[in-house]
């Protein structure tokens, strides 16, 4: 009877998450039934997911997104993953499975650097270490309970697990193999990862033999891993150094489902060089197909940043200068962190209408120029003032590009005719193919052209500054300090010469 009345507690409205999680485990205490915690979840994740108006479009305001959306949902996520895993996953095991397993998690979900929250489409990143005494049958069942929960996250909560084969579920002792393996690949590809993670990981259940038996196999990494984790040339994925060098091109999902690499990359040196070769200089033009990379110019810089921090550096030790007298911070810190915030937001707002042009699939970690346009389709004057707002407000433009900018958006708005061009044949020629203009006069020797503005040239402009001052930041401020965090001679150098 009082397992009833308890389980009936969840159908009054909950005042905080921290209430629904104190409530939840007095029911687990009073003996509910998995059933009975799985419909207080829900009913908590349905009536604050419906609180957080992550559907409404309208109502999506830049100025206050992070505390609107991004916390509050990274609030309620790790309240319904942490809660299940340790009240419904957890007991559905053996007691001495249960008993042998170190639980985290990870990434922009859980991670103590990540401030912001979370957007929708933020994956969840969890790893198990066991003990090394659970037999094959007892891994094999840990596994399927693990992808059982992956599926149930999904099917309720529309919440993604990721689960790692290489990664998510491991013996110590495969742990340390790796992390003293021959191969050197897969020796420093862990000991980034577990490095980067060391000070950072959400324990979701602790087994302190375990957890310090497996960091104290890193301890003695340089920090300078972390570096190489977040935006360095090793390791299989792309990351900023990668893209900005040009020694990988950017993997994406187009609209409709389809994987293409991208070459036109704003910010990678192979493009800005494809850019002078065949566009005219001494005018803004912008190319007729561009790409920005959300994910790997500014969100994975930004979480460098605050990894380091995790760590304990100081900005000024990290290699930002000491706060500014107006800003209270310094300003390429400032305009790091608005940038960061710019990118959520954008990020959010492609979850939010991708119904209508994306399908099934859809890669959320970019912005391109189709994009771009296609925001201004589908609320052009709400989303022309939301991205001035934050460009401005949030200082990405130094006074004399944010001049430029206001001058080309009056261009752009008055659909103004005045962006001509007198080009060789020669120089013809070289325009990228489907560069958009108008033959005013032609004759032998040269031809005027005219070439229309577009909401499309708003965007670059943005997106290309953007690109130009994390890359000032990441060649002077941060690649300068890695000999301090115990980066080889031979890597800084590497660096210096790819990235500067």
Same mark, same amino acid.
């Given at each position: 009877?009082?397992?009833?009345?308890?389980?009936?507690?969840?159908?009054?409205?909950?005042?905080?998450?921290?209430?629904?999680?104190?409530?939840?485990? +007095?029911? !687990? &205490?009073?003996? *509910?039934?998995?059933? =009975?915690?799985? /419909?207080?979840?829900?009913?908590? $994740?349905?009536?604050? @997911?419906?609180?957080?108006?992550?559907?409404?479009?309208?109502?999506?305001?830049?100025?206050?997104?992070?505390?609107?959306?991004?916390?509050?949902?990274?609030?309620?996520?790790?309240?319904?993953?942490?809660?299940?895993?340790?009240?419904?996953?957890?007991?559905?095991?053996?007691?001495?499975?249960?008993?042998?397993?170190?639980?985290?998690?990870?990434?922009?979900?859980?991670?103590?650097?990540?401030?912001?929250?979370?957007?929708?489409?933020?994956?969840v990143d969890l790893n198990i270490v066991t003990g090394n005494g659970l037999a094959k049958a007892d891994m094999d069942g840990l596994a399927k309970g693990l992808g059982a929960v992956k599926a149930?996250?999904?099917?309720?909560?529309?919440?993604?697990?990721?689960?790692?084969?290489?990664?998510?579920?491991?013996?110590?002792? +495969?742990? !340390? &193999?790796?992390? *003293?393996?021959?191969? =050197?690949?897969? /020796?420093?590809?862990?000991?980034? $990862?577990?490095?980067? @993670?060391?000070?950072?990981?959400?324990?979701?259940?602790?087994?302190?033999?375990?957890?310090?038996?497996?960091?104290?196999?890193?301890?003695?990494?340089?920090?300078?891993?972390?570096?190489?984790?977040?935006?360095?040339?090793?390791?299989?994925?792309?990351?900023?150094?990668?893209?900005?060098?040009?020694?990988?091109?950017?993997?994406?999902?187009?609209?409709?489902?389809?994987?293409?690499?991208?070459?036109?990359?704003?910010?990678?040196?192979?493009?800005?060089?494809?850019?002078?070769?065949?566009?005219?200089?001494?005018?803004?033009?912008?190319?007729?197909?561009?790409?920005?990379?959300?994910?790997?110019?500014?969100?994975?810089?930004?979480?460098?940043?605050?990894?380091?921090?995790?760590?304990?550096?100081?900005?000024?030790?990290?290699?930002?200068?000491?706060?500014? &007298?107006?800003?209270?911070?310094?300003?390429?810190?400032?305009?790091?962190?608005?940038?960061?915030?710019?990118?959520?937001?954008?990020?959010?707002?492609?979850?939010?209408?991708?119904?209508?042009?994306?399908?099934?699939?859809?890669?959320?970690?970019?912005?391109?120029?189709?994009?771009?346009?296609?925001?201004?389709?589908?609320?052009?004057?709400?989303?022309?003032?939301?991205?001035?707002?934050?460009?401005?407000?949030?200082?990405?433009?130094?006074?004399?590009?944010?001049?430029?900018?206001?001058?080309?958006?009056?261009?752009?708005?008055?659909?103004?005719?005045?962006?001509?061009?007198?080009?060789?044949?020669?120089?013809?020629?070289?325009?990228?193919?489907?560069?958009?203009?108008?033959?005013?006069?032609?004759?032998?020797?040269?031809?005027?052209?005219?070439?229309?503005?577009?909401?499309?040239?708003?965007?670059?402009?943005?997106?290309?500054?953007?690109?130009?001052?994390?890359?000032?930041?990441?060649?002077?401020?941060?690649?300068?300090?890695?000999?301090?965090?115990?980066?080889?001679?031979?890597?800084?150098?590497?660096?210096?010469?790819?990235?500067?």
């Open positions: 009877m009082g397992k009833t009345a308890q389980a009936g507690a969840a159908n009054r409205p909950t005042a905080s998450i921290a209430e629904a999680h104190a409530r939840l485990n +007095e029911l !687990a &205490a009073a003996g *509910a039934s998995p059933a =009975e915690l799985e /419909r207080f979840i829900v009913d908590v $994740f349905t009536e604050r @997911n419906r609180a957080i108006r992550n559907a409404d479009f309208q109502r999506l305001d830049p100025r206050t997104v992070t505390e609107d959306y991004l916390r509050p949902r990274a609030e309620l996520y790790r309240f319904v993953v942490v809660l299940w895993i340790r009240l419904i996953f957890l007991p559905s095991l053996k007691p001495k499975v249960a008993s042998e397993l170190f639980m985290f998690g990870l990434g922009r979900l859980f991670s103590s650097y990540n401030d912001m929250g979370v957007q929708h489409c933020t994956d149930r996250l999904r099917e309720l909560f529309g919440i993604d697990l990721e689960i790692d084969p290489g990664y998510t579920i491991l013996k110590a002792k +495969e742990v !340390a &193999a790796r992390l *003293a393996h021959e191969d =050197e690949w897969i /020796r420093e590809a862990n000991a980034r $990862f577990y490095k980067s @993670n060391e000070r950072s990981i959400s324990v979701i259940k602790d087994h302190v033999e375990i957890r310090e038996a497996l960091f104290s196999l890193v301890q003695a990494e340089p920090d300078g891993r972390i570096f190489e984790n977040f935006l360095g040339l090793k390791g299989s994925k792309p990351s900023y150094a990668k893209l900005r060098a040009g020694s990988e091109r950017l993997s994406i999902i187009a609209e409709g489902g389809e994987r293409v690499l991208a070459g036109a990359v704003i910010g990678s040196k192979p493009f800005e060089a494809y850019c002078r070769r065949t566009l005219p200089q001494g005018r803004f033009l912008s190319p007729p197909d561009w790409v920005f990379s959300m994910k790997y110019f500014v969100n994975r810089v930004y979480d460098y940043v605050g990894a380091m921090r995790c760590r304990g550096y100081s900005l000024e030790e990290i290699g930002f200068d000491a706060p500014d &007298a107006h800003l209270d911070m310094d300003p390429d810190y400032r305009f790091l962190r608005n940038a960061h915030k710019l990118m959520l937001y954008l990020q959010e707002l492609i979850t939010i209408v991708i119904g209508s042009y994306g399908g099934p699939r859809c890669d959320y970690g970019y912005i391109s120029r189709s994009r771009f346009l296609r925001f201004m389709e589908i609320n052009g004057d709400k989303f022309r003032r939301d991205f001035e707002d934050m460009v401005m407000g949030g200082d990405l433009l130094l006074q004399s590009e944010k001049r430029d900018f206001l001058a080309l958006k009056r261009k752009v708005a008055a659909k103004a005719r005045d962006r001509f061009l007198e080009l060789k044949a020669a120089e013809l020629a070289l325009l990228p193919p489907g560069f958009a203009f108008e033959t005013v006069h032609r004759d032998a020797y040269c031809s005027r052209i005219n070439v229309p503005y577009s909401w499309a040239d708003l965007g670059y402009f943005v997106f290309s500054r953007i690109a130009s001052r994390v890359g000032r930041i990441v060649d002077s401020r941060l690649v300068p300090r890695l000999p301090d965090f115990g980066m080889a001679s031979e890597d800084y150098c590497r660096y210096a010469e790819c990235l500067g």
